[in-house]
């Protein structure tokens, strides 16, 4: 039984004469925490564009997810599909309450009614560990940690098969990555497949099954994370070689 | 019900009872005006504020609604009581046609293409003086009447009671709109384009369908313009029209349904009195400019900013954190 949830195959995007990725192929196993590093402008993030649509999909390659080739629908139809992705930036609806932000998911993604919407905000905010008393503040006035915690329940709302999260660590505290790490490993543990972009190694090594490393837009080392640290390539684009 | 609801249906009962403070028709007849310019900048407000389209167009609407009814009713002798609600549906189809390319556009070009067809609307409008009386206008159109009562007499009353029910109705469905979970899909496209699209929203579809329910109230606004002034002529798709409304719109706060309405009342009795002062006929669009420039410089929430400033809730006022796109 083939049980790859999503597959990469050849995928590139190209803007003008920079090639941000380049050829990229690699499938995801259903159910393993996937990390994804590389140093920066090694293309990550582009490919987590090109894997949801938002804000583009690929130059040439093939996107598949659960079977079906998803690299030409609309990017709102990918999420609805079941592919929910976190950003670096832009990471809330300033405006909005959390319970207001789980409301649209729930009801754009999710398809479900204002009943089913609300009790779905209780379950994944309970599982992100976000605090009660801050679910009726606009969402700007909320801490970075807050803020992330929002942006993955918003993402768990419609039960997605494949949770991808770029830099969730970034800008937080020791002991924010650490609840991040534990509630990472929840998530999928609940069953859901993850995708994790990140730079703190820590959290990556900590709970990736498999790592992949890009470098200039092409994938440069794959496998199991331990090695893949231990890679010589990897070392060189990471650090420009070993000090001697 | 929020506090700025609260205020809303007090400012809608202290309405109800105007024309028994003032009775003569000159005064009703500003309250008629500033209803409808209520309507069109608190429907403006719904795509511009609420989802953030920079939207040059929205007068379209409401000429369109101008001109269903004076057609309706001059040539084709419709009477003005389906006339009216008519304008909405010309208007809503008006706003597709405008939303199909506005859609997937940002900023200036978001401007540039709306300007376009309004131009285009006027060009139209001129072009066809066998439908529309081009450039004259349709002039002396049938007004309303229940029965033997027309609504002309007695002062106007039945003029004012029907265009602040058609406020009230305007009003409580933007309400509606902002507090359902589309109207908050509007804040989530405008404040955060691709988060949203990553939460399994169409950014397109999203844009079409607030450009149509904008379009609803405007048109009907427009077909009762046009009724009760008896006349229907170009200048409604004008940029002192359009200029007058959008101020309106800023003074009073985009993101808020009370907001403009209150500008609306506001800003047309103060250009009223100030026409009145010998001199300052002219002027007064001067002193309106430089409220509009002071107020995006001071409170970028507009009037309504300043009222929660006045009397805070707790939590900061809901100012949007970009420029409209």
């Known amino acids: 039984m083939n049980d790859t949830i999503l597959e990469v195959v050849d995928a590139s995007k190209h803007f003008a004469g920079l090639k941000a990725v380049n050829g990229v192929s690699f499938g995801v196993t259903r159910g393993e925490i996937l990390g994804i590093a590389g140093p920066n402008g090694s293309g990550k993030s582009t490919l987590f564009n090109l894997i949801t649509g938002v804000p583009f999909g690929p130059t040439s390659g093939e996107i598949r997810f659960q079977g079906q080739r998803i690299d030409r629908w609309p990017a709102h139809r990918i999420a609805r599909a079941g592919l929910a992705r976190t950003f670096q930036k832009d990471a809330e609806f300033p405006d909005l309450t959390a319970d207001e932000t789980l409301l649209i998911c729930g009801t754009y993604n999710g398809q479900l009614g204002r009943v089913a919407a609300r009790t779905r905000s209780d379950e994944v905010l309970g599982l992100v560990g976000f605090a009660?008393?801050?679910?009726?503040?606009?969402?700007?006035?909320?801490?970075?940690?807050?803020?992330?915690?929002?942006?993955?329940?918003?993402?768990?709302?419609?039960?997605?098969?494949?949770?991808?999260?770029d830099e969730p660590a970034s800008g937080l505290t020791k002991p924010e990555i650490e609840n991040l790490d534990r509630l990472l490993v929840a998530?999928?543990?609940?069953?859901?497949?993850?995708?994790?972009?990140?730079?703190?190694?820590?959290?990556?090594?900590?709970?990736?099954?498999r790592l992949i490393v890009l470098n200039q837009g092409s994938v440069l080392a794959e496998g199991n994370p331990a090695e893949v640290v231990r890679n010589e390539a990897v070392i060189t684009a990471y650090l420009g070689g070993r000090k001697q | 019900m929020t506090r700025n609801n609260l205020l809303l249906l007090a400012l809608f009962v202290v309405l109800a009872f105007v024309p028994q403070i003032f009775t003569d028709g000159y005064v009703r007849h500003l309250f008629i005006i500033a209803f409808i310019y209520a309507i069109i900048a608190s429907n403006w407000n719904l795509s511009l504020g609420h989802c953030g389209i920079f939207n040059f167009g929205h007068m379209t609407f409401f000429g369109i609604g101008v001109y269903t009814a004076a057609i309706l009713t001059k040539t084709a002798g419709v009477n003005p009581w389906l006339a009216i609600p008519a304008c909405a549906v010309t208007a809503a189809i008006s706003a597709v046609i405008m939303a199909a390319p506005v859609a997937r556009l940002k900023g200036i070009y978001v401007v540039l293409v709306t300007f376009a067809v309004n131009q285009l609307m006027v060009q139209l409008v001129l072009s066809q003086a066998d439908l529309t009386g081009g450039a004259k206008g349709l002039v002396r159109l049938p007004f309303l009447t229940i029965g033997d009562y027309s609504f002309i007499r007695d002062y106007k009353l039945g003029y004012y009671y029907l265009a602040l029910i058609l406020l009230a109705l305007s009003t409580a469905f933007l309400i509606l709109v902002a507090g359902s979970p589309f109207g908050k899909s509007l804040k989530a496209v405008r404040d955060a384009e691709d988060y949203a699209t990553a939460r399994g929203i169409s950014v397109a579809r999203t844009r079409i369908s607030v450009l149509v329910l904008s379009a609803i109230f405007t048109g009907i606004a427009g077909g009762f313009y046009t009724v009760y002034l008896r006349v229907a002529s170009p200048e409604v798709f004008g940029f002192g029209t359009m200029s007058l409304v959008l101020s309106m719109v800023l003074i009073g706060g985009i993101n808020s349904v009370l907001g403009p309405v209150i500008a609306a009342l506001a800003l047309t009795f103060a250009s009223e009195a100030m026409a009145g002062i010998g001199g300052f006929e002219d002027a007064r669009y001067i002193v309106i400019a430089v409220a509009m420039i002071l107020v995006l410089r001071l409170a970028p929430g507009g009037l309504i900013q300043i009222l929660e400033r006045l009397a805070p809730t707790g939590q900061k006022p809901a100012t949007p954190t970009r420029s409209p796109a």
């Open chain 1, 132 to 165: 009660d008393t801050r679910r009726g503040i606009p969402s700007r006035n909320l801490s970075v940690y807050e803020k992330k915690q929002l942006m993955i329940a918003s993402g768990l709302m419609s039960r997605p098969a494949v949770l991808m999260l």
């Open chain 1, 187 to 209: 998530v999928n543990a609940s069953g859901v497949t993850v995708l994790l972009i990140e730079h703190v190694l820590s959290l990556l090594l900590s709970i990736s099954q």
